[in-house]
């Protein structure tokens, strides 16, 4: 029997999936290495979520340690807003660390098992300062996640040489990613004024200035987005450029106020030539270049879990 008595939440965040979802939690079911919290952030769903969940709470039987929290936002917060407050409700639950994914990332059995096993490894070969560990994602058919892959260090196969099946990261999305407190405290939450896109990018890269995260091969969660692709700035049409509208205000915030004016001139001139080579519609461009501008202005400050909000 294992005496590891450090607190693991799981902090899921669902928005309009509700049968996603439900394959989300029977995956928590069937972990090797339970997690002693699962906390749900409803972001404001309109598709039932709300109603299964309450019958969800009454049959909750993963486990008797178990505690469930399901944290029900008033308004749709966005993917970013949905971590922030998951975050800081497993925080306020005393949580070690959060395990934090969507409502469509599917963990196999021993994803959590593996995941805090590569985490330990990690420590123990680069120090305590390893601010986080990720798992691999791939996609339902088994192939990699075109859209989830981390960005290495120069140094990625540092432990790799080593035999561990680790390796050095310093970015990465939000699908299944173990955070340990003292990061929270150290570095606070993700900004939950991105609304979505690129606030895990800012996460990742923020927490790891002394010390890169690493990536759990043996780790395996499957990511059910419907279609593999990556994204680029060619592919804007009328559906996406919503999202897209707030990808680039959000990084292009970044790059102007955490990076400096020759980084966002820099991704403002890739924005305009993906979109060029991409033939994009003039008015989806200008609606672009206004976010780009927009970014000038918007700068949000870090919100910290231990700073009850209002």
Not at 148 to 158: A, L, Q, S, V
Not at 287 to 300: L, Q, T
């Amino acid at each position: 029997m294992s005496t590891d008595v450090r607190k693991v939440a799981a902090v899921v965040v669902t928005y309009n999936r509700l049968e996603k979802l439900k394959k989300v939690l029977a995956s928590l079911e069937s972990q090797t290495r339970l997690p002693q919290m699962l906390v749900i952030v409803n972001n404001a769903a309109t598709d039932g979520t709300a109603e299964y969940l309450q019958e969800y709470a009454q049959r909750f039987a993963l486990s008797d340690s178990i505690q469930l929290d399901i944290v029900t936002l008033e308004k749709n917060e966005g993917g970013a807003g949905g971590f922030s407050a998951g975050m800081r409700r497993s925080y306020e639950l005393g949580a070690d660390y959060a395990w934090i994914f969507d409502d469509d990332g599917y963990p196999e059995p021993d994803a959590l098992d593996k995941l805090v096993l590569g985490y330990d490894n990690a420590v123990a070969e680069l120090g305590p300062d390893v601010p986080f560990a990720c798992s691999m994602v791939k996609f339902i058919d088994g192939t990699i996640s075109e859209m989830n892959n981390p960005i290495p260090t120069w140094d990625w196969g540092r432990l790799k040489a080593k035999g561990l099946d680790i390796v050095m990261v310093s970015r990465c999305s939000f699908v299944s990613v173990l955070i340990p407190r003292w990061v929270m405290e150290a570095f606070g939450l993700p900004y939950k004024e991105y609304f979505i896109w690129f606030d895990d990018a800012e996460y990742t890269l923020r927490i790891t200035k002394a010390c890169p995260g690493v990536q759990v091969l043996d780790s395996v969660v499957l990511h059910d987005m419907g279609v593999n692709r990556g994204v680029n700035f060619s592919m804007i049409d009328e559906k996406n450029a919503w999202k897209f509208s707030y990808g680039v205000r959000n990084e292009a915030s970044y790059h102007l106020h955490h990076e400096g004016f020759y980084q966002y001139l820099r991704f403002c001139a890739l924005v305009w030539n993906g979109m060029r080579h991409g033939n994009v519609a003039k008015p989806l461009r200008k609606k672009m270049y206004k976010k780009m501008i927009e970014a000038w202005k918007f700068n949000p400050r870090i919100d910290y879990p231990q700073v009850a909000t209002k």
